[in-house]
């Protein structure tokens, strides 16, 4: 689903934020990327989703090179890619309902199917009861789940999540973890960026490990929770 | 449709969210329209008042005493075949006589004293209204005054010629100001608009990272620089109406002066059109340029 072959990365000339990263994930998988600050796990993400685009290398996503996208099309690739990210990003004057619903809007669903899809996505995550609050009036840890109600709404076919419990406690991670364990079940490949060791030995998957933007180590870790 | 829907709801939302840049927006854009609009109405003022004023526009032109009738013939053949003529009429020596004797009987007897009339014969030119002010009708005047049958001409040609270059000044000064308030108010609503965009940076960005087409992201923001040119046009429209209406109540001296020079005529409804067209188009221009600008994505 998601190869990586031969991929660079270069900010500043003579320093690479990755280096010959070459694997690939499977449909339906969850993966762990993990290293220290700085090893290159949030650019691996960018470049999944086109934030970024590699130095040199290829990454082709459903067999497809994704540098051959133009811009004018990006659109359709993110589409099929839903994001959280460490400090949530909800929009702070929409309600929770209003932000999940944001990649239905966009997509010109009809209001029926944005409602329909807004209240599972919602129902997934535990927060129906809390729809129309404004992020600001909700927990950090109710904020993430509402940004991961907002990634799964369109029923993406990826999931990436850079750091996702970075801002939350132990409990609030382990629930968040939980949740992104349930959407992977439903058939959506998951990718979390995560430094936390203990998580990750609590949720025994494939881990690929990061060292100053080379891969280090890619096998299973941790045993079960 | 449920996109065009979000998209102008967008619009709105954006405009209500940055009320006081807005509100402020608005103001200029109405007050330069404004301006613009009560330059239109006098312009337009005086285009009646210099037509009114020289449509009568005639000259006479004194024949020598030697012409030929079949040379007055000619000359009328040919000029009433002119189209920025209207009228030629003839009068012969004998009837300018008559016409002296008619108009001062009291110095009638002066005539006794001549064998002939000693009045030359004379034709007036009247000229088209259309082209009262046309600059080929001095060069037509000029013209016939050069012909070797001509003794001499009559004609006001000094307030004639004074009148076209006021004119001239008047439609230079009007297309300045013009393109003077456009660029103001260009620059207003592109500057509004980069604002808003640069205050919705992340909602840009989280719809950029949702999949939102370019178009859906920038829409809106053309949208509300054509709402605010629409809206600002309008305001200036209404205000236009409110100083014309004030104008005689509040200066009733000044107006009762001018009032006496020229017949102002009701506000013509060309230039209501004119401000809401011309304001639309500004914001629309205006946004598009701003949004192409500021919501181009960098290159990685």
Known sequence: MIEFYHIYKQYVSDQYALCDISFSVQKGEFIFLTGASGAGKTTLLKLIFKEELPSRGQILIDSLNINLIPHKLLYQLRRSIGIVFQDFRLLENRTVYENVAIPLVVRGEKRAIIDKKVMNALSLVGLTHRRNYVPTHISGGEQQRVAIARAIAANPKIILADEPTGNLDTELSIEIFRLLERINANGITVLVATHDNHLMELFPKRVLKLEKGRIVSDGKIGGGH | ?300
């Open chain 2, 1 to 300: 449709m449920n996109l065009l829907k979000a998209t102008f709801g967008n619009a709105v939302q954006n405009i209500v969210r940055n009320k006081l840049v807005n509100f402020l927006c608005f103001g200029i854009i109405a007050f330069t329209l404004l301006i613009f609009g009560i330059f239109n109405y006098i312009t337009y003022n005086l285009e009646a008042f210099t037509q009114g004023f020289s449509k009568n526009i005639k000259a006479i032109f004194y024949f020598q005493d030697d012409i030929r009738q079949d040379e007055v013939e000619l000359l009328i053949a040919r000029l009433r075949e002119n189209l920025l003529i209207k009228e030629v009429a003839f009068t012969s020596k004998n009837q300018a006589e008559v016409d002296f004797s008619r108009q001062f009987p009291e110095l009638k007897y002066i005539l006794s004293e001549f064998k002939n009339s000693p009045f030359p014969a004379s034709i007036e030119v009247e000229f088209n209204q259309e082209y009262s002010m046309d600059t080929k009708i001095i060069s037509l005047i000029e013209d016939i005054e050069k012909l070797d049958i001509v003794e001499s001409k009559q004609v006001n040609i000094d307030w004639a010629q004074k009148i076209i270059v006021f004119k001239r000044f008047i439609s230079v000064m009007g297309l300045f100001l013009s393109l003077i308030l456009i660029f103001v108010s260009s620059f207003i609503i592109f500057n509004v608009i980069k604002i808003s965009i640069f205050y919705r940076k992340d909602e840009i960005n989280v719809l950029r990272l949702v999949g939102a087409t370019d178009w859906y992201i920038k829409f809106p923001f053309v949208i509300e620089g054509a709402f605010l040119g629409f809206f600002g046009s309008l305001m200036a429209g209404g205000l236009l109406f409110i100083t014309l209406k004030l104008f005689p109540l509040y200066a009733t001296f000044v107006f009762n002066i001018v009032k006496g020079l020229i017949n102002f005529k009701t506000i013509p409804g060309g230039i209501f059109i004119k401000l809401i067209v011309l304001g639309t188009a500004i914001g629309l221009f205006s946004s598009f340029i701003s949004a192409r600008q500021f919501l181009k994505i960098p290159k990685n």
